[in-house]
């Protein structure tokens, strides 16, 4: 994450400047702006999930206070697609400017439409499908199909003066997929020809050699786990996965059984998805959770959030036997999407709580009940070849999967100047057919905690992990301040020690020692004293019981 930053210079005439919020050397909070005549284009505004090491965190959102004074300028937020790393963080760029045309597909749009209902905002919607070219400022726009793993995904072509980019968005090259809608490769060939000048390319998969499996492939794995299960099914999946959950929901229909979903997303996000016909469910297949204590467990088939092992999501909860479902022996848990990088601990933690209550679970590592949706580096090559781009931008991943994208675009034969590989704040410009990056805008993580947005820093998560970690002590001591001594034993109020008056015991004369040097080290005032008690019982507390806690020192005087 950018620090400092460079900033580029005033933006040439002619020129583009493509500007990486988010999205870059990370999973997740995809968000790129592209600058031309003094107008704003904005593509994607996503989410990053947290790790283990963000305590108390809800999501993190790109960092657009390079953007904040120009959000007049912005003409639109175009969206490739409806997950969350895509669409997860319009409602916070909304509240500040809420009369942002957003463009979308149309399932795209009604998943923002509902989830903007909880945060009170209207937006202005621009319903776009493949095919169809919308101009916004100074910006032509152009819309392709593209397969992921939802439904109405879509590719965006941008033309300026500057030259014609082309942004894959999140996509793969499924040439059976569930809905019949492949990636328009003719139409990529098409803007090859025409001469793509810079070509965003998904890079998630670009590590992964050949080609990314078929959703269909899926099916007998998913099949067997409801043909054998003597109890009930119980299906995590991203709560914005549509073509998982068909296949669910067919199998569930295909063994007799029903399915109920489970968590406020889930049943909103599949709500959208029935209504627009995105998701095709057979009459009476599913049905309200309450139904379901009513039916024998074989009959039952329910579906839940919680696939990456997220604290507060109905599957971590299940496996924490916190939940009104109780796991038990017979049933099996299917694990029905990838495992995001950094939540591996997590996600090992839901898997062995379930197998402890029970339950079977299979996942992605003992059966083929996953596949990506993204292109692996064969689809990647074939996309370079029948495109021809003169500058590549490899986009969304970590940097190793920035990294291996671009080293497939060079071996195509992309000039390796003119593949830029870029980390978020990065400002790049096209200029006279030549992409390079010029300077660098700081960004930081701003981080979702509750009702408040940017809240919470790197500095005061420092501070959660050591409470959750290490522990706090707060020690109030009476001391006398003509003599430095204290006048009774401290009181000590602890989190994460032994309740035992024999455990701070050792801390005692730890602090008189230190009170008596006081006067020595120059120390006569309230705060000088407590910082003084502070550092002798973090030192006493490693010595004794190699932590670190935060220490918490109260002084009264007598």
């Known amino acids: 994450m950018a620090r400092t930053s460079t900033p580029p210079p005033a933006l040439a005439s002619g020129s583009l400047r493509v500007i990486a919020l988010g999205g870059l050397g990370e999973i997740g909070r995809n968000m790129t702006v592209f600058e031309y005549e003094g107008k704003l284009l904005v593509v994607d505004c996503g989410v990053l999930f947290p790790e283990e090491h963000q305590p108390g965190v809800d999501v993190i959102l790109p ?21 969350e790393d895509h669409i997860g963080g319009v409602p916070y760029l909304l509240r500040e400017r809420p009369d942002i045309p957003i463009v979308g597909s149309r399932l795209t749009l009604a998943l923002l439409t509902a989830k903007l209902v909880e945060h009170r905002i209207t937006p202005v919607t621009v319903e776009v499908e493949e ?26 072509a941008i033309r300026t003066a500057a030259g014609l980019v082309l942004h894959t968005g999140d996509f793969k090259m499924d040439q059976f997929p569930l809905d019949g809608r492949i990636t328009d490769l003719r139409g990529f060939a098409r803007l090859g020809e025409e001469g793509v000048d810079l070509f965003l390319v998904d890079s998630t998969n670009a590590d992964v050699p050949g080609f990314t499996t078929a959703e269909r492939d899926l099916a007998p794995a998913i099949d067997e786990v409801f043909r054998t299960t003597p109890r009930r099914v119980i299906v995590s999946s991203f709560a914005s996965h549509v073509h998982r959950i068909q296949q669910v929901l067919d199998a569930a229909h295909a063994h007799g059984r029903k399915v109920a979903f489970v968590g406020r997303s889930m049943v909103r996000n599949m709500g959208v998805a029935t209504e627009l016909g995105y998701l095709k469910v057979p009459d009476g297949l599913v049905v309200d959770i309450k139904r379901m204590d009513r039916m024998s467990p074989h009959q039952v088939t329910l579906v839940c959030t919680g696939s990456q092992g997220e604290p507060m999501a109905a599957l971590s909860r299940m496996a924490g036997g916190d939940h009104s479902i109780q796991v038990e ?12 990088p950094g939540n591996e601990n997590a996600i090992y933690r839901v898997i062995n709580g379930l197998i402890d209550r029970g339950a079977n679970v299979v996942h992605k590592g003992n059966a083929k009940v996953h596949v990506s949706g993204h292109a692996s580096a064969g689809e990647l090559v074939y996309c370079y070849n ?10 969304h991943g970590e940097a190793r999967h920035l990294r291996a994208n671009a080293e497939l675009a060079i071996k195509t034969g992309v000039d390796r100047d003119q593949v830029p590989i870029a980390a978020n704040g990065h400002v790049i410009d096209l200029h006279e057919g030549r992409a390079r990056i010029t300077g660098k805008v700081e960004v930081h993580n701003v981080y979702v905690d509750g009702q408040t947005v940017g809240g919470v820093t790197e500095t005061s998560l420092a501070q959660r992990r050591t409470l959750g970690e290490e522990g706090a002590i707060t020690v109030v001591a009476i001391v ?20 035992d008056t024999s455990t701070f015991a050792s801390a005692i004369p730890a602090i008189e020692k230190a009170l008596a040097g006081a006067n020595e080290r120059g120390v006569t005032d309230f705060g000088g004293l407590e910082r003084l008690i502070a550092r002798e019982v973090q030192n006493w ?18």
């Open 541 to 558: 507390a490693y010595r004794t019981h190699r932590r670190r806690p935060v220490v918490i020192p109260v002084v009264i005087e007598a």
């Open 386 to 395: 029948i495109v021809q781009p003169a500058n590549v931008l490899p986009v």
């Open 63 to 83: 960092d657009w206070t390079w953007m904040r004074d120009r959000l007049d300028d912005v003409v639109a937020v175009v969206l490739t697609h409806g997950h």
């Open 131 to 156: 095919g169809r070219r919308l101009s916004r400022g100074p910006f032509d726009l152009e819309f392709l199909a593209v397969n992921h793993s939802i439904p109405d995904s879509l590719a965006v």
């Open 329 to 340: 022996e017979g049933d099996t848990v299917l694990l029905a999407s990838s495992l995001i």
């Open 480 to 499: 006398d301040m003509d003599s430095r001594r204290l006048t009774e034993p401290p009181d000590f109020i602890a989190h994460g020690f032994e309740h």
